[in-house]
C-alpha cells in the first residue's frame, strides 16, 4: 500500500467511509478531517481561546471521568457506521490506549467547543447526529463574546433535552454521567483583553 497522503482527497472516486479516511489520509495535529455521508469534512485549527478551553475543561473533566471509572480523550477519532467524528470532548466507557479510533458505540458524552465559524455545525449538526446514533449525553460550550457558557443535555426519546447549563459567574454543576461543578468564567484562565479605545482615553487623561 502506498504511504497515506492527503494527495487521496483528489485522487479516490469513490464515496468516503471512516475506514478508508483512517487507512488512506495520514495523521495530522492541523486541520481536523472527518467524514459525513460519504464526504471528507475538514475544518482548519481552531482559535486560542477554543484551545485554551479544550485543555483546561479536559483537565478538570478527565479527573472527574476517571473517579467514575471512564475515560475521556480530546479529538479522538470515532466511527459511527460509515462516518467519522472528531468531537473536542470524548467520555468513553472503555480506554482507548494503542487504538486509531474507537466505536461511538463506547461514547457516554461527547462534547463540542463552538467554533464562532461553525456555530450551525456545533449547536444543530453534532448534537443531532450523536443522538441520532444514541449517544446518552452532549455537553456543549460556547464563548460568544470569551463569556463562556456551558450545557449538558441527556438523550430522551431520541432527542437531546437540558439537563444542566450555567453562563459565566455561576455555577455549572452535572449528576450524570458523573460528578463536576465548575464557574465557566474559570475555563478562558485569563482576563479578557484590554478594550485599546479605553487604554487610549485613559492615557489622555494622565
Not at 58 to 73: D, F, M, S, V
Not at 150 to 169: I, K, Q, S, V
Request: charged residues 25%; hydrophobic residues 40%.
Amino acid at each position: 500500500m502506498p504511504p497515506r497522503s492527503f494527495d487521496a482527497l483528489s485522487r479516490r472516486g469513490d464515496a468516503w467511509t471512516a475506514s478508508a479516511a483512517l487507512d488512506l489520509l495520514p495523521e495530522n495535529s492541523g486541520p481536523r478531517v472527518e467524514v459525513l455521508r460519504g464526504c471528507v469534512v475538514i475544518t482548519p485549527g481552531s482559535e486560542l481561546d477554543r484551545r485554551t478551553v479544550q485543555r483546561e475543561l479536559g483537565y478538570l473533566l478527565k479527573q472527574a471521568a476517571r473517579r467514575a471509572k471512564l475515560w475521556l480523550y480530546h479529538e479522538v477519532n470515532v466511527v459511527s457506521n460509515d462516518d467519522l467524528f472528531i468531537p473536542d470532548i470524548a467520555v468513553l466507557r472503555v480506554p482507548g490506549g494503542g487504538r486509531m479510533a474507537m466505536s461511538i458505540g463506547h461514547a457516554v458524552l461527547l462534547g463540542e467547543i463552538v467554533s464562532p465559524g461553525n456555530r450551525r455545525k456545533d449547536v444543530i449538526d453534532r448534537p443531532r447526529e450523536y443522538a441520532a446514533v444514541g449517544v446518552p449525553f452532549f455537553l456543549r460550550v460556547d464563548l460568544r463574546n470569551r463569556v463562556p457558557t456551558m450545557a449538558l443535555f441527556e438523550l430522551a426519546d431520541g432527542e437531546y433535552r437540558p439537563l444542566a447549563t450555567a453562563a459565566a459567574g455561576s455555577t455549572f454543576a452535572m449528576r450524570e454521567p458523573f460528578e463536576f461543578s465548575i464557574d465557566p468564567d474559570d475555563l478562558l484562565g485569563e482576563e479578557a483583553a484590554p478594550d485599546p479605545t479605553t487604554t487610549e482615553s485613559a492615557d489622555d487623561q494622565a
